[in-house]
């Protein structure tokens, strides 16, 4: 099993980074796989999280109207679009896999990446 993130980068406020997620290993359909951030001094949260079969998506409050999740199902890669960025949104960004279907917490999820950072200046 394997999740591998990139696109991570270095963004001035208010600019836009697309991450990605490659999975392989499991069925790819039949997984939720959720993107989840931690900044420095403070605890991974979850920031969305997509489940293809089922078609259910959620996102984080702080990330509504700004981040857009997607799949793409033919190359088991899921994608996370993030426009107006903020320094808060400064932060490692990991990508998990769990077959459950809805949101769970970092250490609930079955499989996890190691992570891409994201920094957004001031």
């Known amino acids: 099993v394997q999740l591998v993130e990139s696109g991570g980068a270095l963004v001035p406020t208010g600019g836009s980074l697309t991450l990605s997620c490659a999975t392989s290993?499991?069925?790819?359909?039949?997984?939720?796989i959720a993107w989840f951030r931690q900044a420095p001094g403070k605890e991974r949260d979850g920031v969305s999280c997509?489940?293809?079969?089922?078609?259910?998506?959620y996102y984080a409050d702080s990330v509504k109207g700004r981040f857009t999740i997607s799949a793409d199902n033919a190359k088991n890669t899921v994608f996370l679009r993030m426009n107006s960025l903020k320094p808060e949104d400064t932060g490692v960004y990991y990508c998990?896999?769990?077959?459950?279907?809805?949101?769970?917490?970092?250490?609930?999820?079955?499989?996890y990446g190691q992570g891409t950072p994201v920094t957004v200046s001031s």
């Open positions: 997509i489940h293809s079969a089922d078609g259910s998506i």
């Open positions: 998990a896999a769990d077959d459950s279907i809805g949101w769970y917490p970092w250490k609930s999820m079955k499989f």
């Open positions: 290993g499991f069925p790819f359909d039949d997984y939720t």
